[in-house]
C-alpha cells in the first residue's frame, strides 16, 4: 500500500531539475518576472500610464508614450537598480522560499555565486516582499491565540561586563516579538514591539483581532482586563499549558521554528533588522500551504511598487545592527 509523504505532502513541489528546465534562459526568466509584476499589464512606474511601447536600450527596454521615461520590470520594485540576472534573483527567491527556515546569506552566495554582501542585500529585499502594502488586513476571527516572545543571547554566554551592565531578569535587554494565530485559517501576524505593557499587547490585539473573537493568551498581566473579546486564559506560571481548547500551543509552535533557524540557519538576528525577518517568516508560514510556484509567485507580486536602496538598509534607525566589520545573517 502506498504510503502517503510525510508533511504537506498535498502541495505540489519543485525540484532542481524542473526549475533550471522552467528556466532554462536569461529571457526565460525575465519574461515570469514581468508576468508577476505586470499581471494586469504593462504599466510605466513612473507616472502609471498603460500606453508604453518597447525600445532598443537592453537594460530598460521599455518607453512610456506620457511621460517619456524608460524602465524595465525591476525598475520600482525590490529589483530596482540590481545589475544581477533575472536568473540569479529567481534561484534566490527558489531556494528561500523552498526554505523551510530560509537560507542564510553564506549559503546564498556560493550557490549562485555572488558576494555574501550581496546576498545578504538579495534577502533583505526578498524579505520586504512579505511586508503589507497597507494596514488593511482584515483582522483575524478567531479563535485566536497571541503570545510574546523574546529574542537574544542567553546571559551565560555573554561577556561578564555585559552581564553586570544588565540588571533585572526573564527578558531584560531582549527584542520582544508578539504575534498572533488564528486557528480557524492558520494565518500568522507578529511583529517587534517595544515593551509587554498592558497599553502595547492590548494595543496589538486590538488592531489584529475582530472583537467578538475567541481569544487566548497566557497569564501575562498585560492582558488582564481586556475588553471585547471572550477572551481566556491558560496560567503559564502554574504550569498550565492546556485546558481542553484553551491554549496558546499553535503560536508558541510558531515561534519554536523561527528559533529554530535562529539558532541553526542565521544565528544571529541584530535588532535593526529583526522585524524584517519576523515578516519574512509569517509570511513564509502564511503561504506554506501553497505549491511551490504559487509562493514564489506571492513573494515576486510583493515586490511591485516597492523599493528597498542599499543605503535605507543599513542607515541609521536608532537600533543596534550587531556588525562586526560588515554584515552577517
Not at 26 to 33: G, L, M, P, Q, V
Not at 144 to 150: A, C, F, I, L, Q
Not at 213 to 220: A, F
Not at 289 to 315: H, W
Request: some cysteine; charged content about 25%; aromatic content about 10%.
Amino acid at each position: 500500500m502506498t504510503q502517503e509523504a510525510p508533511g504537506k505532502h498535498f502541495r505540489q513541489g519543485l525540484d532542481f531539475l524542473e526549475f533550471t528546465e522552467m528556466f532554462p534562459t536569461e529571457d526565460s526568466a525575465e519574461t515570469w518576472f514581468e508576468s508577476q509584476l505586470w499581471s494586469r499589464g504593462r504599466r510605466c512606474p513612473h507616472c502609471g500610464s498603460d500606453q508604453t511601447f518597447e525600445c532598443t536600450n537592453q537594460s530598460l527596454p521599455y518607453r512610456c508614450q506620457s511621460c517619456w521615461g524608460r524602465f524595465s520590470v525591476r525598475t520600482g520594485s525590490l529589483m530596482h537598480g540590481s545589475p544581477l540576472p533575472y536568473r540569479k534573483w529567481l534561484w534566490a527567491v527558489y531556494l528561500h522560499m523552498t526554505s523551510l527556515k530560509g537560507v542564510s546569506s553564506m549559503k546564498l552566495h556560493r550557490d549562485i555565486g555572488v558576494t555574501q554582501k550581496t546576498a545578504w542585500f538579495m534577502l533583505q529585499r526578498i524579505r520586504e516582499a512579505f511586508r503589507p502594502h497597507h494596514d488593511s488586513r482584515p483582522p483575524m476571527q478567531g479563535p485566536v491565540e497571541v503570545d510574546e516572545t523574546y529574542m537574544g543571547g542567553k546571559r551565560k554566554n555573554m561577556t561578564k561586563s555585559k552581564r553586570e551592565a544588565m540588571t533585572g531578569r526573564g527578558g531584560v535587554g531582549k527584542a520582544v516579538v508578539v504575534g498572533a494565530k488564528d486557528r480557524e485559517t492558520n494565518q500568522v501576524v507578529a511583529k517587534t514591539v517595544e515593551s509587554t505593557d498592558k497599553e502595547t499587547l492590548q494595543g496589538f490585539v486590538a488592531e489584529t483581532v475582530a472583537p467578538g473573537s475567541d481569544l487566548y493568551t497566557d497569564d501575562h498581566r498585560a492582558y488582564q482586563g481586556i475588553e471585547g473579546y471572550h477572551h481566556k486564559t491558560v496560567n503559564h506560571s502554574s504550569q498550565q499549558y492546556v485546558d481542553g481548547q484553551i491554549h496558546t500551543n499553535g503560536i508558541e509552535s510558531f515561534w519554536a521554528m523561527f528559533k529554530r533557524a535562529h539558532k541553526g540557519v542565521y544565528h544571529k538576528f541584530s535588532r535593526k533588522h529583526l522585524d524584517r525577518y519576523v515578516t519574512d517568516f509569517s509570511g513564509r508560514h502564511n503561504v506554506r500551504r501553497r505549491d511551490t510556484l504559487n509562493q514564489m509567485r506571492i513573494l515576486v507580486r510583493g515586490m511591485a511598487g516597492r523599493t528597498l536602496p542599499y543605503k535605507a538598509l543599513i542607515a541609521d534607525n536608532g537600533l543596534w545592527s550587531g556588525a562586526n566589520g560588515g554584515v552577517r545573517a
